[in-house]
């Protein structure tokens, strides 16, 4: 999961508080494992050091969280192409993918696309793994077997989420 | 025999079977609503795509075994769709395979007398026929079931006697239409094996439809049927 990426989607859209990126990213993508405050301001740091977001001026008031941090356009940049790039296809990667469609839904880009080309992705490495089976041992086949029906698996949420994008795009717009 | 003539080359092309913007209903219900697709000659290809988007009606159309309302299909350049339901016959019997998903053989017929079907429709003497259908009962490891009917087959062997019907007359195009539904996945496994195998060897081009990724990946290109439209997911390198 990438916490610098699915922060610099989340400012793209609005300029926000720390405070507001950690509560947005702890109830889509951190139910399981909450940010730790300290990981967002380093994030936010690291990001502004590498010019991706600028922080706004230190506004009046109490506490510690008073500055605003927007996107750049070479974050923007960013984010678009890492938000187009498939997910390599391995085992156990639905936090990424699921990131990935909500992120583009809340961003009114097309989850469908990126579907489709995660969806090609996965074929792509079935058809390597399919090919290692037929040309190999027992045993190279039984591995390639348990990546197979992992990817099968990944395929059917794939499908599953497509089906139902219009639903889901309500459900984050809401 | 005489229906081959009047096949005219219509358009010069290197793709073996082509739909344009292809329209097929069913009564009110449209089923094909503008596909367009493009196999190579000698490629195996996926068509996927969830229950009732009309993978299965493209199928038929290509295979002409339905003509399609609006569109054009052509086959090694030659347009398919416009011929006589005769022309069409002897079109899919001389130069097309199929393999569905219940194996559908004969029952009254021994098993190679199913395989050796398309091949004494085609007018070939019965025993030259029985002799090409044995080959493929070696070919496919199902040898030794010559004898048996569907009946006395279990499901794997069926499918496999029917894919060596399929096969059995040389097709230029193996149409098949979830070859594998109806096994269990080691089973399908083998069938799929099996066919991938014999294809490749004979260059014989596949139209496989499927819905199932771990059968579409023994293709080489994918594409997906959605709402009667096909997509490529990704742009075909070959194109031209």
């Given at each position: 999961m990438s916490v610098p990426l699915t922060l610099l989607g989340?400012?793209?859209?609005?300029?926000?508080?720390?405070?507001?990126?950690?509560?947005?990213?702890?109830?889509?993508?951190?139910?399981?494992?909450?940010?730790?405050?300290?990981?967002?301001?380093?994030?936010?740091?690291?990001?502004?050091?590498?010019?991706?977001?600028?922080?706004?001026?230190?506004?009046?008031?109490?506490?510690?969280?008073?500055?605003r941090y927007a996107i750049t356009p070479v974050g923007k940049q960013?984010?678009?192409?890492?938000?187009?790039?498939?997910?390599?296809?391995?085992?156990?990667?639905?936090?990424?993918?699921?990131?990935k469609?909500?992120?583009?839904?809340?961003?009114?880009?097309?989850?469908?696309?990126?579907?489709?080309?995660?969806?090609?992705?996965?074929?792509?490495?079935?058809?390597?793994?399919?090919?290692?089976?037929?040309?190999?041992?027992?045993?190279?086949?039984?591995?390639?077997?348990?990546?197979?029906?992992?990817?099968?698996?990944?395929?059917r949420w794939i499908d599953m989420t497509a089906a139902r994008l219009p639903s889901l795009a309500e459900a984050v717009a809401s | 025999m005489n229906d081959k003539a009047s096949l005219v080359v219509d358009r010069r092309t290197d793709y073996v079977i082509e739909a344009?913007?292809?329209?097929?209903?069913?009564?009110?219900?449209?089923?094909?609503?503008?596909?367009?697709?493009?196999?190579?000659?000698?490629?195996?290809?996926?068509?996927m795509g969830p229950s009732g988007s009309g993978k299965s009606t493209l199928l038929h159309c290509l295979a002409g075994i339905l003509v399609p309302k609006r569109g054009e299909i052509y086959f090694s350049g030659r347009r398919l769709d416009t011929l006589s339901d005769n022309e069409r016959s002897a079109l899919r019997r001389d130069t097309f395979g199929f393999v569905f998903q219940f194996g559908q053989l004969v029952p009254e017929l021994t098993a190679e007398e199913n395989v050796a079907l398309p091949l004494l429709l085609g007018g070939l003497r019965r025993s030259e026929?029985?002799?090409?259908?044995?080959?493929?009962?070696?070919?496919?490891?199902?040898?030794?079931?010559?004898?048996?009917?569907s009946g006395e087959l279990s499901g794997g062997q069926a499918q496999r006697v029917a894919l060596a019907r399929g096969l059995v007359a040389d097709p230029k195009v193996l149409f098949a239409d979830e070859p594998t539904g109806s096994l269990d996945s080691l089973t399908g496994e083998l069938v799929m094996e099996l066919l991938v195998t014999a294809a490749r060897q004979d260059g014989t081009t596949v139209v496989l439809v499927t819905h199932e990724p771990r059968v579409a990946a023994y293709a080489g290109r994918e594409v997906m049927v959605r709402d009667g439209r096909v997509s490529s997911l990704v742009p075909d390198m070959h194109a031209p």
């Amino acid at each position: 999961m990438s916490v610098p990426l699915t922060l610099l989607g989340l400012l793209e859209r609005e300029p926000s508080y720390g405070y507001d990126l950690k509560r947005d990213y702890d109830s889509y993508f951190g139910r399981s494992k909450p940010l730790p405050f300290g990981q967002v301001y380093a994030t936010l740091a690291r990001l502004s050091r590498d010019g991706l977001v600028e922080p706004g001026e230190v506004e009046p008031g109490d506490g510690p969280d008073r500055k605003r941090y927007a996107i750049t356009p070479v974050g923007k940049q960013e984010f678009e192409t890492w938000l187009g790039e498939p997910v390599e296809p391995e085992p156990h990667l639905q936090t990424v993918l699921f990131a990935k469609v909500v992120l583009a839904l809340m961003l009114g880009r097309s989850a469908e696309q990126y579907l489709d080309t995660q969806r090609a992705a996965h074929l792509q490495r079935m058809r390597e793994l399919t090919e290692l089976k037929r040309q190999n041992s027992l045993i190279d086949a039984l591995l390639a077997d348990h990546g197979l029906f992992h990817l099968e698996a990944d395929l059917r949420w794939i499908d599953m989420t497509a089906a139902r994008l219009p639903s889901l795009a309500e459900a984050v717009a809401s | 025999m005489n229906d081959k003539a009047s096949l005219v080359v219509d358009r010069r092309t290197d793709y073996v079977i082509e739909a344009r913007d292809v329209v097929f209903d069913f009564g009110e219900t449209p089923a094909l609503r503008g596909a367009n697709l493009s196999v190579r000659e000698g490629e195996i290809l996926a068509v996927m795509g969830p229950s009732g988007s009309g993978k299965s009606t493209l199928l038929h159309c290509l295979a002409g075994i339905l003509v399609p309302k609006r569109g054009e299909i052509y086959f090694s350049g030659r347009r398919l769709d416009t011929l006589s339901d005769n022309e069409r016959s002897a079109l899919r019997r001389d130069t097309f395979g199929f393999v569905f998903q219940f194996g559908q053989l004969v029952p009254e017929l021994t098993a190679e007398e199913n395989v050796a079907l398309p091949l004494l429709l085609g007018g070939l003497r019965r025993s030259e026929a029985l002799g090409r259908s044995r080959e493929w009962f070696k070919r496919l490891g199902i040898d030794g079931l010559e004898g048996r009917r569907s009946g006395e087959l279990s499901g794997g062997q069926a499918q496999r006697v029917a894919l060596a019907r399929g096969l059995v007359a040389d097709p230029k195009v193996l149409f098949a239409d979830e070859p594998t539904g109806s096994l269990d996945s080691l089973t399908g496994e083998l069938v799929m094996e099996l066919l991938v195998t014999a294809a490749r060897q004979d260059g014989t081009t596949v139209v496989l439809v499927t819905h199932e990724p771990r059968v579409a990946a023994y293709a080489g290109r994918e594409v997906m049927v959605r709402d009667g439209r096909v997509s490529s997911l990704v742009p075909d390198m070959h194109a031209p």
